[in-house]
């Protein structure tokens, strides 16, 4: 551990990661994520039945993900992840097939270690979607 990590306060820590990323960056891989889902045979279908307007879904998910990554909030969205996906029943092998879409694209558009770190939060964020669904953990 250096000093640097070692003195800064621990809440502060993840907002490295948003701004490393860059919201520029983050707002083109949820851009890129979306249109990859859109042609996706198991996940396509889903999101058609939900998601009306696309530009809306994908400039919620940006602020979403710029926020969980340590960003400062810039825009008043609500979130309730774990009531969206209780609502369509989402299943284990959805969210693992979601995940490796996922990891795809964001080695796709951001060097490794940035990638490593952004798709750790989404993994926490499966395990938790997987447990709440009594599904398998992934
Ligand atoms: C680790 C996996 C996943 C993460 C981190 C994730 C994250 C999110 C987040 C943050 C939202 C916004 C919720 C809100 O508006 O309050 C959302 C919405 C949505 N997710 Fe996921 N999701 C995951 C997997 C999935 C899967 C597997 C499906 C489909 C089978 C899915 C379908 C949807 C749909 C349709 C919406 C829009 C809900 C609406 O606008 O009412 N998600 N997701």
Redesign the pocket.
Known sequence: MNETTASAPRAARPRITAEHIGLGAIRRVIQDFYARVRRDP??GP??A???EDWPA?EA??TH??WV?LGGPAYAP?????V???A??A??GE??R???AL?ADCLHAHLPADLAAQWLA???A??RS?SLIAGQEP?
């Open positions: 198991l996940l889903r999101f039945a939900v998601v879904h919620k998910l979403f993900w969980s969205y609500r979130y309730r992840v009531d969206a996906h609502l369509i989402v299943r959805e969210i097939h979601w995940l996922f939060r989404a993994q964020m499966g979607l992934c």
